[in-house]
């Protein structure tokens, strides 16, 4: 009987009054989500991606609008090089926070800048775990950036695995409202073949889905069947942690196009067509007999400007 006038006079109120500063903190360094903008963001920014551009939209702006979401936001971005995972992630990122909050805010690792040596893995273990638990326990809408996870130590990815799940709270602190993304190139190949594919059966680029072709399942092949992958080792998959895989798509020439113009505009240089359209057609393409698909996606574009004679 005691025990139950203890939960509801002292934890109840507790928790309730954790939970109304949390939402006070949050009112002041989030941005009130707005879906319009989100979306608006995504198709004037991110060029030749369709399928992130729907599903990314649909996962991040149910989940900032669920009050009491029953999980942490798990996305898995896969893809070549340059074709935009990271600049999705930027996008989020400032459709969520207010200006200048996201520095605070987002974590972004690199598995081999952040934990280059195999045999200080369990120092690394202990790192993230106080790292992952700390931000969260102070702010829980907090976000962290795995880049290069096919890189990723099983072990560490055993420890992120540990926040994923759909626990109330762990030691103390709810990761409900934290978001993971992992960026990888694993399962880049397949993407490819399957829009080369398309594209060689006179397809529309924006008629395929994920599930065009298989695209899904040889994504899961890959992943899994890739033996220097941490995803190989760990039941990330397994256990339906991650909530959506998102392909991100070779790009072509017109996006890179798209991209260099972006780079103008953001380095204050006049359009110009002429100019990026030679600083477009300077970038590699594959494969080699049609030259379709940007080897590089739009990375080193900016470069490629800055180093192009203008007219
Ligand atoms: N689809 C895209 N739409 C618009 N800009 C893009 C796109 N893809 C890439 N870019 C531009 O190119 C830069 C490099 O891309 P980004 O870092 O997002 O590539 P990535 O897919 O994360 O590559 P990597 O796997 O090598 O890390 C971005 O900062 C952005 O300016």
Redesign the pocket.
């Known amino acids: 009987m005691q025990a139950g006038i203890y939960f509801v006079f002292l934890v109840l109120p507790t928790a309730y009054i954790f939970d109304r500063l949390f939402q006070e903190e949050e009112d002041v360094l989030l941005e009130p989500f707005d879906y319009e903008r989100l979306k608006t963001d995504l198709k004037n ?5 369709h399928i992130a551009s729907e599903v990314v939209l649909k996962a991040v702006s149910g989940f900032m609008t669920d009050k009491r979401p029953s999980k942490p936001l798990v996305l898995s971005f896969h ?10 992630s930027n996008i989020i990122a400032r459709n969520i926070y207010k200006k200048g909050e996201n520095m605070k805010h987002v974590h972004v690792f690199m598995s081999e800048h952040h934990f280059p040596h195999k045999e200080q893995v369990e120092t690394y273990k202990t790192q993230l775990k106080q790292w992952i638990r700390g931000n969260v326990s102070s702010f829980p809408r907090s976000m962290f950036v795995f ?1 290069e996870m096919d890189k990723m130590n099983p072990g560490l990815i055993d420890v992120i695995k540990h926040y994923l799940g759909y626990y109330p709270q762990l030691d103390g602190v709810s990761f409900r409202k934290a978001i993971f993304i992992f ?1 990888s ?1 694993a399962g880049g190949n397949v993407i490819n073949k399957v829009v080369l594919g398309s594209r060689r059966d006179g397809e529309e680029r924006e008629q395929l889905q994920m599930n065009s072709r298989d695209m899904e399942t040889n994504i899961f092949k890959d992943v899994f069947g890739d033996r220097n992958s941490g995803f190989w080792h760990s039941t990330l998959i397994d256990a339906h942690l991650i909530d959506h895989f998102i392909p ?1 798509l070779p ?1 072509e020439y017109r ?1 890179v196009h ?2 260099v113009l ?2 103008m505009a953001a380095l204050n240089i006049t359009a110009n067509d002429g100019l990026a359209d030679r600083v477009a057609r300077d970038m590699p393409y594959f494969p080699p007999e049609e030259k379709i698909f940007s080897v590089k ?3 080193s ?1 900016k470069q490629k400007l800055l180093h192009t004679e203008r007219d």
């Open positions: 920014s991110l060029y030749g991606q893809g070549g090089t340059g074709v935009g995972k990271n600049h999705v880049d960026l190139n991100f790009l996006h798209q991209c972006a780079e996606g739009c990375k574009v």
